[in-house]
C-alpha cells in the first residue's frame, strides 16, 4: 500500500480581533503595522480618523458599520463600538537564556494551568498596571494563550507585556533563581505577602483556581504566599488575588 502525503502548506492561523477603545489604541501604539483592517461605529468616528488616517497610508481597510454587523465582526456585543483586525500574536517559547526582559520590572506574574482567558487578561491588565514588563506562561495544556477575550479584558495591557511560555515550567523557574524570588501563591500554608524578603524583584506564580500550583511548581517556589481572609469566604478569584498579591509583593521589591 502506497503512502499519502498531504503536501498543502500548513493553515496560516486565523487574525485576532482586538476589541475596546483602550485595546485598539494600545495595538496602534504598539504594532501598527500588525493591523489588517478596522471597523467602527459612528460614535468613535472621532477617535478612529488618525486610525483611518494611518490605515490609508499604508493601504489598510477601514470602515464605519452598523451596531449588528460590528457585534458580527467582533463575535461579542462587548465590543466598545471600535474592532481592529490583526495579525495573530500568542506567546513567546521561552529561550535560554531567559531573555533580560524578564528581570526588567518589580514582578513577574507567571501563570500555571489558567485556562479562562478572561482571567488572563485582567491579570495582565493588573501587571502593567503595577509595572512589569512581562509575563510566563506554563506549558500547561490547560493554559490560555492570548485570545480575543484576553486582549479585550487587557485593555490594552497586553500590548506592553512580552509573553512567555515554558513548557518545562518547574525547570524554567529554577534558572530563574538568584536573579528573581520565585515565590508561589497557596490558598493555605503559606507566609502572609508582608513576610516576603524584597531584595529582588519577584516572580509570583498562580495556579488554576481549583487545583492551585502542583507539587513539582511548588517544590521550584523558593517560597510560598497566602493572603489571609475573613474565612467567609474560600479564597478570591484568581484575577483578584493576582492583583492583591501584586500590589503587596511588587510595591516595595528592588526594580
Do not use: W
Not at 500588525?34 to 499604508?58: F, I, M, T
Not at 493554559?143 to 479584558?153: G, V
Not at 524578603?197 to 510560598?224: D, F, N, Q, W, Y
Amino acid at each position: 500500500m502506497s503512502e499519502t502525503f498531504d503536501t498543502r502548506p500548513p493553515r496560516r492561523p486565523d487574525p485576532q480581533r482586538i476589541c475596546g477603545l483602550n485595546a485598539v489604541r494600545a495595538l496602534f501604539i504598539r504594532r501598527p503595522e500588525q493591523v489588517l483592517r478596522l471597523h467602527y461605529l459612528a460614535e468613535r468616528r472621532q477617535v478612529a480618523g488618525p486610525l483611518c488616517r494611518y490605515l490609508a497610508r499604508h493601504h489598510r481597510a477601514y470602515r464605519q458599520v452598523l451596531e449588528d454587523e460590528l457585534a458580527r465582526i467582533a463575535g461579542t456585543e462587548h465590543h466598545g463600538g471600535i474592532v481592529a483586525i490583526a495579525e495573530p500574536r500568542r506567546a513567546l517559547p521561552l529561550p535560554s537564556p531567559p531573555p533580560p526582559l524578564l528581570f526588567a520590572g518589580p514582578l513577574l506574574p507567571v501563570l500555571d494551568g489558567i485556562g479562562n482567558p478572561h482571567n488572563l487578561g485582567a491579570i495582565a491588565r493588573g501587571a502593567a498596571f503595577f509595572g512589569a514588563k512581562a509575563m510566563l506562561l506554563s506549558g500547561d495544556a490547560r493554559q490560555a494563550d492570548l485570545s480575543d477575550a484576553a486582549f479585550r479584558t487587557s485593555e490594552g495591557a497586553l500590548e506592553h507585556l512580552t509573553v512567555f511560555r515554558a513548557e518545562d515550567l518547574p525547570s524554567a523557574l529554577r534558572r530563574l533563581q538568584g536573579r528573581l524570588l520565585i515565590v508561589g501563591a497557596a490558598a493555605s500554608g503559606g507566609v502572609p505577602p508582608e513576610a516576603i524578603p524584597r531584595t529582588k524583584p519577584i516572580a509570583l506564580v498562580m495556579g488554576a483556581e481549583e487545583t492551585g500550583l502542583s507539587a513539582p511548581i511548588l517544590a521550584a517556589c523558593e517560597a510560598r504566599v497566602t493572603l489571609p481572609g475573613s474565612g467567609l469566604v474560600e479564597s478570591l478569584n484568581v484575577a483578584a488575588a493576582t492583583a492583591v498579591l501584586m500590589h503587596a509583593l511588587g510595591s516595595r521589591s528592588s526594580p
